[in-house]
């Protein structure tokens, strides 16, 4: 059962023309901000098959000259879809994972011998007994060895690496600190398979595996940055809204420890594939007028102003031709005459958003009013993420739903 279906809902439809470029050229222009190849799509669902194709191509052209295939793999939540393609494959489509060999990228440290909490075994559930791998071509990390051998195990885990030619393809994810594997803020670009103390935050997301955060272990055993950019082709994976922050900062921003992922900018064959949901804070999604001409809706003319306004730090009705010009807004001014015409709009439009009566006002001309009287009274029902967000955020707006005798349901 499916429960994270946050790339599923879409409360405002975004131009496929933002992000499914038709050649090379409209590709350039809407990435002009984006310093790793990026590709996006609309779900999950649709960008697997993708990433699997192309790894299957990969593995059976290794196949064909007799070459081992070698992929650095995480058990983490971002590659689960991709994992259950590659199983479809196999199975449907007789995908041989003969000539396969798989690097665990990371395993939490310690962990009890008789442990079925690790990403080992995340791995085996999701792929590896699925499919018809040799199991001597499977090396992972082992999350139970003695302290006073990490170093030199670490050492030898690189050698063995390298035994194999090094690593063809890694697929990774991004943790919300910007991690990825388990390199945690502040690891070196040059940093090898190490031990690494878990930040608190990912901590709290390895929950989902062991139960609660204190039952996550403090560390974890990873390949390093180094080791990471040291394979020939990555694929950063990342879905849902959560990670559109991290997602900037590594596509868009400057090269810093402080978001390991941004280092990928670092590697010449690095693709980061995404859902519109993770993509949702990337210029050409989020500030689409900075790169291209738009189709312009109510919606994001509204987008643009308040952000235009947040940006100058001026009100919407101060704004002048002047600054729409230099900000990438002047399709506004050739549809609407004037910034005057522009900024009376979308004044009038978020004034009609103030209202007393959040659940429509009966006997009332309803053709600028937020909500519509009718039907009434309202069944609403309000999903509050804590306790404290509807009190503070919302309190009085319930109050008055209330008041005007809907019917008014809290869901935490």
């Known amino acids: 059962m499916k429960t994270n279906l946050s ?23 809407l ?16 960008a697997s098959p993708v990433v699997a194709a192309e790894i299957a191509a990969m593995i059976r052209e290794k196949q064909k000259s ?51 909490c690790s990403n080992y075994q995340t791995l085996r559930e999701r792929l590896l007994d699925h499919i018809d791998i040799d199991p001597q071509n499977i090396f992972t990390i082992d999350g139970t060895i003695p302290q006073d051998v990490i170093y030199e195990y670490c050492r030898l885990y690189e050698q063995r ?4 030619g090094g690593i063809d393809i890694a697929i990774t994810g991004i943790g919300r600190v910007g991690n990825i594997a388990f390199n945690e803020p502040g690891s070196r670009i040059n940093s090898v398979t190490r031990l690494i103390l878990l930040d608190y935050v990912s901590r709290k997301e390895a929950a989902k595996l062991f139960g609660s955060p204190d039952q996550v272990p403090v560390s974890s055993i990873t390949m390093g940055i180094s080791t990471l950019l040291a394979a020939k082709k990555i694929y950063l994976l990342a879905w849902g809204e959560e990670k559109a922050e991290m997602i ?27 859902d519109l949901a993770a993509a949702a804070n990337l210029t050409r999604i989020h500030y689409p007028w900075l790169v291209t001409s738009c189709e312009w809706d109510n919606k994001l003319i509204r987008s643009a102003i308040v952000w235009l306004c947040m ?29 005057y015409n522009v900024n009376i709009k979308i004044f009038n439009d978020l004034q009609h958003t103030i209202t007393g009566w959040p659940g429509g006002k009966p006997n009332a001309d309803d053709t600028y009013r937020p909500e519509q009287a009718k039907p009434y009274p309202k069944r609403v029902v309000v999903f509050s993420p804590h306790p404290d967000d509807d009190v503070i955020s919302m309190g009085g707006t319930l109050r008055r739903l209330v008041d005007q005798k809907h019917d008014v349901h809290v869901a935490f």
């Open 7 to 29: 790339s599923q809902i879409t409360l405002n439809r975004v131009s496929p023309r933002y992000y499914r470029p038709e050649n090379e050229f409209e590709r350039s222009v």
């Open 31 to 46: 990435t002009r901000f984006e310093k790793i190849h990026t590709d996006i799509y609309e779900s999950v669902d649709e």
């Open 66 to 116: 007799g070459r081992f295939c070698v992929l650095a793999l995480t058990g983490g939540n971002s590659p689960s879809n991709l994992y259950d393609e590659l199983v479809r494959l196999h199975q449907e489509e007789d995908l041989s994972f003969r000539n396969v060999v798989i690097f665990n990228e990371y395993e939490y440290y310690p962990l009890h011998k008789d442990t079925v």
């Open 161 to 164: 690496i390298e035994s194999f």
């Open 248 to 274: 900037k900062a590594s596509v868009e921003g400057l090269v810093s420890d402080t978001i390991p992922a941004s280092y990928l900018q670092m590697h010449n064959n690095t693709r980061v594939i995404l």
């Open 311 to 339: 940006k100058l730090d001026k009100p919407i009705l101060k704004l002048t031709n002047k600054d729409y010009n230099e900000n990438g807004l002047s399709e506004l001014l050739a549809l609407y005459g004037s910034a």
